[in-house]
């Protein structure tokens, strides 16, 4: 093998593993991005989850005073 050919091999060599560690690099930083987005969509979901839960109390409250109200109204009502 001549000089130049080592010369040669060696660039090709080097271009290759450059572009071999630039794709891991791609990768790792792709792979980074997309467990911070799934964390974000499972904090999110959480967040939804719990608003629902106190909505729901809010809702029923609500409703139970609205029932109390109604058979305080109809016992006034009917004089019962």
Do not use: P
Not at 10 to 30: C, G, M, N, W, Y
Not at 37 to 48: F, V
Not at 51 to 62: F, G, P, R, W
């Amino acid at each position: 093998m001549s000089y130049s050919n080592k010369i040669e091999s060696t660039i090709i060599f080097k271009e290759k593993t450059k572009k071999i560690s630039q794709f891991k690099s791609e990768t790792v930083i792709s792979y980074i991005e997309e467990k911070e987005k799934a964390e974000l969509y499972k904090s999110m979901e959480q967040g939804y989850m719990e608003m629902a839960s106190i909505n729901l109390e809010y809702a029923e409250e609500s409703l139970s005073c609205e029932w109390c109200d109604a058979v305080e109204y109809e016992t006034w009502l009917f004089g019962v």
